[in-house]
């Protein structure tokens, strides 16, 4: 038996998904020029009072978004780790 409601609901969830990922991919672009700007400059691949203020801020619009603030903060602390992890390798002369 086919359920309508449910399939919609999923082909709302499927587009949400795509916008994701589109975020994603432009969030890595520009954070891998960083990075190589970064390498170029001397500059350290971690940045923490940068990463407070947008915890903090994205914390902030979690809330007046309807949205756990924890379950935000740990999703931004997992996409900036991979991006120190990324700027290191930089760094490091590899690319990647
Ligand atoms: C992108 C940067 O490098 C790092 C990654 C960050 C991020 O992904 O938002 C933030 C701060 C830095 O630790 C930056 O310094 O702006």
């Not at 954070?31 to 009072?49: F, I, M, R, S």
Request: glycine share 6%; no cysteine.
């Amino acid at each position: 038996m086919t359920d309508d409601t449910l399939a919609r609901y999923r082909e709302s969830i499927d587009n949400i998904d795509a916008a994701l990922v589109f975020m994603l991919a432009e969030r890595f672009k520009i954070t891998k020029a960083v990075g190589e700007h970064k390498a170029k400059t001397g500059l350290p691949p971690a940045d923490p009072n940068r990463e407070s203020i947008q915890i903090e801020r994205l914390r902030s619009l979690a809330k007046s978004a309807n949205l756990d603030p924890d379950f935000s903060e740990k999703f931004l602390r997992f996409i900036i780790d991979e991006v120190i992890h990324h700027h290191r390798k930089a760094g490091a002369g590899m690319t990647g």
